[in-house]
């Protein structure tokens, strides 16, 4: 491109938010000339690796009021834009453009195809349907604030633009750029990270999972409730991944070394004791290393007895008390030594961003900058896995076009 060619509305981020962003403002406008700054040499790749390569679209929650509670940051922000862009409007977005979405048991939402591809397929269609300009390998270098909208020096040369939608994620260089435009930026943590746990009792069993585990991080007030993955470097899944979305900052400051107390049963240790007692009894003669409970994995089970102090022949029967309280101190009360974390798949998720008073959330535009509007992870919102990062995406994307040309 030419330097100093101009466009009335430019994307910086050629990502899920900034596809979005741009085509519905082109389907709602298509006498503006949009265009998309991609600083790769191909875009939505955070599309692409969703979900295991599925694409989770969004999540199966339809009451605003509940949806937001899976946002650490943005609860109370996202409420009203909520009620103008929910998921039935997404899911009803993609079937309009012949994109059909199904619900898992879970309630995680994904293409039918099973592909992320299909989403993509989906965006650069109608991208070039609405004629939105995608210009690849466009690294933005600096904005200015021009007295008619914006001058954009890229890796490619200068462009010019009424109005600008920044949609490029978590991008430390974008947040140094509108740093100094003066938004206030919130530093960036990890939010969705796996534990890593070296504990002899889930050494050599990756791939069990506990279904319906209480997890709570000692010395605060954070525990989450679901299901629970052992994995070879420590644990995962949603018990887990909900802590590290809802704790970032806490355990930021602790360096990610802490103590997590586990409830594999979600009983008390006194219920579980009688819960033994009634079993003592009944198995009498079953050894206890090969009698998994509680629908315990019995991998796990064995892992845990073993912890108990418990001998592998032992049976039921000659039990002792002392036995019997190690074991239920085990099922309820488990405590484990988290030393770091480790990247949840290929995603990565970052609490931080353009701070959430800078904007206005009727239209998404910068209360700092007039015709600058920020959209998806480049603010400081960010949710539990399952979708719902997506679904701020979408929503803050739809809004913002919505809002742009009035």
Not at 238 to 256: D, E, H, M, Q
Request: aromatic fraction near 8%.
């Amino acid at each position: 491109m030419k330097s100093d060619a101009y466009k009335d509305i430019i994307i910086i981020g050629g990502g899920a938010a900034g596809f979005f962003a741009a085509i519905n403002i082109a389907e709602q406008h298509p006498e503006l000339s949009v265009a998309i700054l991609e600083r790769g040499k191909e875009g939505l790749q955070k599309v692409k690796i969703s979900g295991g390569g599925r694409c989770n679209v969004t999540h199966a929650e339809f009451i605003p009021s509940e949806l937001v509670l899976n946002y650490p940051r943005g609860e109370k922000e996202l409420l009203g834009p909520f009620h103008s862009f929910m998921t039935g409007d997404t899911i009803s977005w993609f079937e309009e453009r012949g994109v059909e979405l199904k619900i898992e048991e879970d309630g995680r939402m994904f293409p039918i195809s099973n592909s992320s591809q299909t989403i993509i397929d989906c965006f650069l269609n109608e991208a070039k349907k609405h004629k939105v300009e995608i210009l690849y390998n466009h690294s933005l270098k600096s904005i200015e604030v021009l007295d008619a909208g914006f001058e954009l020096a890229t890796s490619q040369g200068n462009l010019r633009c009424r109005k600008v939608v920044m949609a490029t994620g978590s991008n430390p260089k974008v947040w140094k750029l509108l740093k100094d435009l003066g938004h206030k930026i919130i530093e960036p943590v990890p939010s969705l990270f796996t534990f890593d746990i070296k504990d002899e009792r889930i050494k050599g069993i990756p791939g069990v999972v506990a279904n319906n585990v209480e997890v709570k991080v000692l010395g605060t007030n954070l525990e989450s409730r679901g299901p629970l993955l052992i994995t070879h470097v420590g644990m995962s899944a949603p018990a887990i991944l909900k802590l590290s979305a809802f704790g970032a900052l806490v355990l930021a400051r602790v360096n990610y070394n802490f103590k997590i107390e586990i409830n594999f049963i979600r009983q008390t240790q006194e219920e579980c004791l009688e819960l033994l007692k009634a079993l003592k009894l009944e198995f009498a003669k079953k050894t206890i290393y090969n009698s998994a409970q509680f629908n315990i994995p019995k991998r796990l089970w064995k892992k845990l007895i073993q912890a108990s102090n418990i001998d592998e022949t032992e049976r039921w029967a000659d039990i002792t008390k002392n036995q019997l309280e190690a074991i239920s101190e085990q099922l309820t009360q488990a405590v484990f030594e988290v030393k770091g974390k480790s990247t949840f798949k290929e995603e990565f998720v970052t609490a931080g961003g353009v701070d959430l008073k800078n904007i206005n959330f009727k239209t998404f535009e910068s209360k700092i900058v007039p015709n600058l509007y920020c959209v998806g992870e480049v603010i400081n919102v960010d949710a539990v896995t399952g979708g719902f990062n997506f679904q701020n995406a979408w929503t803050g994307a739809y809004i913002a076009a919505k809002s742009i040309w009035r």
